[in-house]
């Protein structure tokens, strides 16, 4: 089962707008990660939030990060075209007694120029 | 340059045969990962490996199998076991061994179109 969801599951906004996206998990973590994903691509990493730390910045992303909710937020600001991507949170988990790394359903966003 | 590197980038097979897929990578990171993706959808585990010669069934391992004899090399086997093989793949790798440094180094994919 998918240990991350995210919420909304396709945003649509105007280039210059900020864009905001939600994930949800369900068991305790040690770090939380965003990924990006251009059709047909691989995923690139965006950010990694330690559970100790409650927002993270870089560039023109900002994550926030709620244990108490188990969920997380990425906000893009200034969004661009380029920007264009589906985005995924990540997080860690032991199973078994190794470490694995689980992504949720992903947020499709569309910058219109 | 490092990274990771999977291939074919396109892969076509018949029904009933059995198929492999590459990945190697050149970071030097213990873990390893295969995760399917379908259209539209997130992204789920087949297998994963931590170590040489050791790895786990992952969300949907069955019909797949793996082998990690080298610490640079995780190929998948899609075999005729698997109901509905056709999807993008992504094989991963990350540090691994230290739970608060995963991030994860991904291919550009393999796309298997079972004709």
């Known amino acids: 089962s998918q240990q991350g969801e995210e919420d909304p599951q396709a945003l649509s906004i105007q280039e210059g707008e900020n864009a905001t996206m939600n994930c949800s998990y369900k068991t305790s973590i040690n770090n939380l990660q965003w990924y990006r994903q251009n059709s047909g691509r691989g995923l690139v990493h965006l950010i990694l939030?330690?559970?100790?730390?409650r927002e993270k910045h870089s560039g023109r992303l900002r994550v926030t990060l709620d244990t108490s909710k188990k969920s997380s937020s990425l906000l893009i600001t200034a969004s661009r075209a380029a920007d264009t991507a589906s985005y995924f949170c990540a997080t860690d988990a032991r199973s078994g007694g190794y470490q694995k790394v689980t992504f949720g359903t992903g947020t499709k966003l569309q910058v219109i120029p | 340059d490092g990274g990771i590197t999977q291939s074919p980038k396109y892969l076509f097979r018949k029904e009933g045969q059995n198929v492999t897929l590459s990945c190697e990578q050149n970071?030097?990171?213990?873990?390893m990962y295969w995760y399917r993706q379908d259209p539209g959808q997130g992204l789920r585990l087949i297998y994963y490996s931590q170590i040489v010669n050791d790895f786990q069934k992952g969300d949907i391992a069955e019909g797949y199998s793996v082998s990690r004899e080298k610490k640079e090399s995780f190929p998948l086997t899609v075999t005729s076991a698997q109901k509905n093989p056709t999807a993008f793949y992504l094989c991963?790798?990350?540090?691994?061994?230290?739970?608060?440094?995963?991030?994860?180094?991904f291919g550009q994919g393999t796309r298997l179109t079972v004709v």
């Open positions: 970071l030097n990171h213990d873990a």
């Open positions: 939030i330690r559970s100790n730390e």
């Open positions: 991963a790798s990350s540090i691994g061994i230290d739970i608060a440094n995963t991030e994860a180094f």
